[in-house]
Antibody, heavy 117, light 108 residues
Framework: QVQLVESGGGVVQPGRSLRLSCAAS????????MHWVRQAPGKGLEWVAV????????DYADSVKGRFTISRDNSKNTLYLQMNSLSAEDTAVYYC??????????WGQGTLVTVSS | EIVLTQSPGTLSLSPGERATLSCRAS???????LAWYHQKPGQAPRLLIY???SRATGIPDRFSGSGSGTDFTLTISRLEPEDFAVYYC?????????FGQGTKVEIK
């Protein structure tokens, strides 16, 4: 079955960087667009970024554009999110998700990123 | 950017009752690109409905979706104890994905 396992979260100071990873298994990773979705504590869901199956196209939410970079390594079945210039507003659980039918068909368990001095 | 507004904010019902959740879009949404999820505390969201009315794999038939244009509805015909959760609608358009703010279905 589909399994998505995020890692790389933690506590980071404002202005610093962090890279999240998402290890995928149970499906042909290289055939699917993949996303990052985040959820601030006690808040709703916010889409962050998408990358197409082959990495040729990427899109970002305005709130992270220019600071975050989504990437993938299909040889390692792994999705990444490089987060730079972090601020308190980026504090959230970050989920990776597999796209099907323009929605998020499978989700990881999430990794918590806390931006605090 | 299309804004999704869900109502009500909280729905207080008893097990066995029918739940009707609304999702209204600020602009027309293709029915192919409207989905519903639920999320239980401490868990990741789970896809329930995609393309406005198609149930995702493993989702029981007490869940149904309907609607078109700017008005969409998720109906749970008879609430089971495990259905008490937060429900989100989501749309895709112009390379952007957006979510509604959520409806909490709580035990009355």
């Amino acid at each position: 079955q589909v399994q998505l396992v995020e890692s790389g979260g933690g506590v980071v100071q404002p202005g610093r960087s962090l890279r999240l990873s998402c290890a995928a298994s149970g499906f042909t990773f290289s055939s699917y667009s993949m996303h990052w979705v985040r959820q601030a504590p006690g808040k709703g869901l916010e889409w962050v970024a998408v990358i197409t199956y082959d990495g040729s196209n990427r899109d970002y939410a305005d709130s992270v554009k220019g600071r975050f970079t989504i990437s993938r390594d299909n040889s390692k079945n792994t999705l990444y999110l490089q987060m730079n210039s972090l601020s308190a507003e980026d504090t959230a659980v970050y989920y990776c998700a597999k796209e099907e039918f323009a929605c998020f068909a499978s989700w990881g368990q999430g990794t918590l990123v806390t931006v605090s001095s | 950017e299309i804004v999704l507004t869900q109502s009500p904010g909280t729905l207080s019902l008893s097990p066995g009752e029918r739940a009707t959740l609304s999702c209204r879009a600020s602009q027309s949404v293709s029915s192919n690109y409207l989905a519903w999820y639920h999320q239980k505390p401490g868990q990741a969201p789970r896809l329930l409905i995609y393309a406005a009315s198609s149930r995702a794999t493993g989702i029981p038939d007490r869940f149904s979706g309907s609607g078109s244009g700017t008005d969409f509805t998720l109906t749970i015909s008879r609430l089971e104890p495990e259905d008490f959760a937060v429900y989100y609608c989501q749309q895709y358009g112009s390379s952007l994905w957006t979510f509604g703010q959520g409806t909490k279905v709580e035990i009355k």
